[in-house]
């Protein structure tokens, strides 16, 4: 009988070797050489908002009409100046850093109190525009009393103080902010300034310029420790160093074809898919300890190379395909989403677990075939049967018990991730002890906050400088300022409101719209004062703009909504209408929305998985049966959560896919293996414990290397590294006792054929 052509593809690989080794070794080189050329013409990751969340859209496009009338001001650097800055020293300090900033050509403006002017009375009662600085002891006297300046540019208390760089609207993308911002730091760190002073670099330009060095310098640590881990944990485990590096060395391979093929064809990584490396590395190492511990076996059974590749190859092929099918499926399905991020993640991680799959079954066998026979070494070496035969003797005894406990675990695992809610913050990448996030919440304390939110006002021409919109202008800005998240706002109800206080030194609003107009054109004709900046030229348009503080994004949310429903009943009847955006709401807005649509994609990533295993399988009963396991480890994830007292965020989100893909691989390779065993007219109970013995050791392996690896992600200061770490283990921990008891326990208690 001819022999199965899995099997005659098994065994051409060990005869042929060589020339196979030299394809592979050619096919690395060039996946290496698209990898190099891609990187010498510009960065392929980019996690700005435009690209993320927002760069399409009538929000999007709302905002850039807004900044193309009054300017872009979420492109703005602050650098925070802590210490006695209302002193002379303090004031020299402002203006060296002035010096050392306004040169670079990166920068537009900087602006502070030491070139900011304030609106005075002269002493025939007029406007007088003057200087933010006098002379004497106490020079920022001027600054401190007036609202426009404290706290936005100067703590009330004259501890801090602020510089505001504001960078080149064209620095959008990544490869052209972050050299930007790197520059103003460097300037910056080159200023001498006495020791009673410290200078921080913050705002959200530097924030997304500091994340993306993050988590490129994570990837470039974290990925070759995890692989050495990887590597030193497999070869222990097999206790044969040829044997333990042969799923290594292809998983790698792996790795390099997949970012060879993406950053080739111009892929470009987001915050999702830039874990796409570490997914292929997991996933392909999980497919070749299984291929490694079958070889092992068919080896030690029949002794000859090319007859034990054969059947591995054909016992091992539709197992894998499984895994890589279901995975490369659900990952696909991800392409349905409305977000583009996700969009993206799902077709570079299918692609990439599609490589993975012809890695595994060309280079790890081709590898293999190298070894000599007697450096493979016996099953029985690290294969315990004993321990298998306890396992599946508590198992076959005690499944309802097992059942009943795993649902019970399960109920808790959800009820205590009930309160689990999506969030998201600028700061989630950080931890609380980095300088950078110590930075922010300094200049939240001192000056109100760095992220800027706009309410945009429309009207018609004129509208703007009557009376009566100003004060519902005022009173909007007014339940704007009530809200903690708010830290320093500035409105044209407020400088009008300022001006008539100045020229009448009453509190009350000018009764016309001509007395309106007339204040506001003295005004300008006596100096320079930033009142373009929140008011149109033909008086049609106005905004309210708001330095708010890292509140996370359901409050950005739950403001704004409360600002719009405020909104409506003041303007009632007037024609005019509101817009609250920026890039503090828009991120807010746009996180919000990939976090329910990954989370509305995974539900159907999980169809996706049960309807291909379906056909697959062609067996209801086994189907449902096998997505049992998937699930628990879904709810466990939740419930670390709910434990850790953290949000749905971007930083873990992405752990919940991982965990699909991790659960549904080795629950495959069991299933394979249980419905092999029974083909053979094996008994439950035999085929339970066969199973064990080849799969499930396999599983056991898997796991016990991915929890090691994974392990050391857990002590990376970068919280979306770890929290990728620490799910990723309580992943195969739950997955691991779903697949090995679990599993066999529904198989004893439901397969009655």
């Given amino acids: 009988m001819r022999p199965h052509i899995a099997e005659r593809y098994g065994q051409w690989l060990v005869h042929h070797r060589g020339i196979i080794s030299v394809v592979i070794v050619l096919l690395t080189i060039a996946a290496s050489i698209g990898i190099g050329s891609r990187l010498a013409v510009d960065s392929p990751i980019d996690f700005t908002p435009q690209s993320l969340f927002m760069g399409d859209g009538d929000e999007w496009e709302r905002l850039q009409q807004y900044e193309d009338e009054f300017g872009v001001e979420d492109n703005t650097l602050v650098i925070l100046v802590s210490g006695p800055v209302n002193s002379p020293e303090g004031v020299a300090a402002l203006q060296a850093l002035h010096d050392a900033l306004e040169p670079i050509d990166a920068v537009e403006s900087v602006d502070s109190v030491v070139t900011a002017t304030i609106a005075a009375r002269d002493e025939g009662g007029m406007i007088a525009v003057v200087d933010a600085i006098e002379d004497g002891p106490d020079p920022l006297a001027p600054a401190l009393s007036d609202p426009f300046l404290s706290p936005m540019f100067v703590a009330k208390d004259g501890s801090a103080a602020v510089l505001q760089v504001r960078l080149g609207d064209d620095l959008q993308a990544i490869a052209d902010l972050a050299p930007a911002v790197w520059r103003v730091n460097d300037a910056v760190q080159g200023v001498d300034l006495p020791e009673a002073f410290r200078v921080h670099v913050t705002g959200v330009p530097y924030v997304r310029a500091e994340v993306v060095d993050m988590m490129i310098d994570d990837q470039e640590l974290f990925f070759p420790v995890v692989t050495l881990v990887f590597l030193i944990t497999i070869i222990s485990l097999f206790r044969r160093f040829w044997v333990g590096l042969a799923p290594m060395v292809g998983v790698l391979i792996a790795t390099i074809w997949t970012m060879g093929v993406l950053l080739s064809t111009g892929a470009v990584l987001n915050i999702l898919s830039i874990l796409t490396p570490t997914l292929v590395l997991v996933i392909g190492v999980a497919d070749g300890i299984h291929v490694v511990s079958r070889y092992r076996e068919e080896l030690a059974r029949v002794g ?347 930083s873990n989100i992405v752990s919940f896919t991982v965990a699909v893909g991790l659960a549904v691989d080795d629950t495959i390779h069991f299933i394979v293996r249980y419905r092999e065993e029974r083909a053979k007219g094996s008994a439950i109970n035999e085929a339970i414990a066969r199973t064990f013995i080849g799969a499930g050791h396999a599983i056991v392996l898997t796991s016990i290397l991915l929890i090691a690896g994974f392990g050391i992600l857990a002590f990376s200061p970068l919280t979306s590294t770890h929290y990728f770490g620490l799910l990723a283990c309580i992943t195969m921990a739950a997955a691991m006792l779903g697949d090995l008891l679990l599993l066999p326990a529904l198989f004893k208690w439901f397969d009655k054929d």
Avoid at 413 to 424: E, K, L, P, Y
Avoid at 516 to 531: C, F, K
Wanted: charged fraction near 20%; aromatic fraction near 6%.
């Fill in 304 to 650: 000859d190379r090319a007859v034990a590749m054969g059947v591995t190859v054909r016992r091992m092929s539709l197992a894998c395909f499984l895994t890589t099918f279901t995975t490369g499926a659900g990952f696909a399905s991800l392409m349905v989403a409305e977000t583009k991020v996700i969009r993206d993640f799902g077709l570079q991680v299918a692609c990439g677990v599609t490589l993975t799959f012809f890695a595994v079954m060309l280079v790890v066998p081709t590898l293999l075939a190298w070894i000599p026979i007697t450096r493979i070494g016996e099953p029985a070496e690290t294969n315990h049967g004993p321990a298998y035969q306890r396992l599946t003797r508590f198992v076959t005894t005690r499944p309802k018990r097992i059942v009943v406990g795993a649902l019970v675990l399960t109920a808790m695992a959800t009820f205590a991730g009930r309160t689990v809610q999506t969030n998201s913050q600028m700061l989630e990448m950080y931890q609380p002890d980095q300088p950078t996030w110590q930075a922010v919440k300094l200049a939240e304390e001192k000056t109100g906050g760095v992220i800027p939110i706009f309410i945009h006002i429309n009207g018609a021409e004129g509208q703007m400088v009557d009376p009566d919109v100003l004060q519902r202008v005022g009173s909007l800005e007014d339940t704007l300022r009530s809200y903690p998240l708010a830290g320093t706002t500035m409105s044209i109800a407020g400088w009008v409101k300022h001006i008539h206080a100045l020229l009448s030194g009453s509190e009350a609003w000018p009764e016309t719209r001509e007395a309106v107009a007339q204040e506001l054109l003295l005004a300008e004709l006596t100096g320079d004062l930033p009142i373009e900046d929140v008011l149109s030229s033909d008086r049609a348009r106005s905004r309210i703009v708001a330095f708010t503080r890292d509140a996370g994004g359901r409050e950005f949310l739950r403001v704004k909504r409360a600002i719009e429903s405020k909104a409506d009943s003041l303007f009632e009847g007037t024609g005019i209408t509101i817009d609250v955006t920026g890039d503090g709401m828009l991120a807010s807005h746009g996180v919000d929305q990939l976090i329910r649509d990954l989370l509305a994609s995974l539900a159907l990533m999980l169809m996706v998985i049960v309807a291909t295993m379906w056909l697959l399988l062609r067996d209801v009963r086994q189907t449902l049966i096998a997505t049992v396991p998937n699930v628990i480890p879904l709810l466990f994830i939740l419930g670390t959560l709910g434990i850790l007292g953290t949000d749905l965020q971007t």
